[in-house]
Nanobody, 123 residues
């Protein structure tokens, strides 16, 4: 098991930027696939960005070109850089990790989750 702690959420106006961070309890970057999910009120949790042990990334269409997932191996931190934010990006954002993933951005593939950090984008 891996404990995950997210940080960096907050409130921002449309068009602004935020950077989320996720710190695993141990360094799993060389063996695990990690991802960011989000869940808006009344909606299902959706995968938006994923990075595997070989640094291959996958993005949901809704964030492609605006969000970037990355890892800092030296600091043991996973990031999600979010630019050009829109009100529809408002959600609770979760970090997740799994030793392997068969289906990209599928929440059922992940067995380690953080508590989430809230992102609110106002128009």
């Amino acid at each position: 098991q891996v404990q995950l702690v997210e940080s960096g959420g907050g409130s921002v106006q449309a068009g602004g930027s935020l950077r989320l961070a996720c710190t695993p309890s141990r360094n799993v970057f060389s063996t695990y696939t990690l991802a960011w999910f989000r869940q808006a009120p009344g909606k299902e949790r959706e995968g938006i960005a994923q990075i595997n042990s070989e640094d291959t990334t996958v993005y949901a269409d809704s964030v492609k070109g605006r969000f970037t997932i990355s890892k800092d191996n030296a600091k043991n931190i996973l990031y999600l850089q979010m630019n050009s934010l829109r009100p529809e990006d408002t959600a609770m954002y979760f970090c997740a990790a799994a030793p392997w993933v068969s289906y990209d951005l599928e929440k059922n593939e992940y067995n380690n989750w953080g508590q989430g950090t809230q992102v609110t984008v106002s128009s």
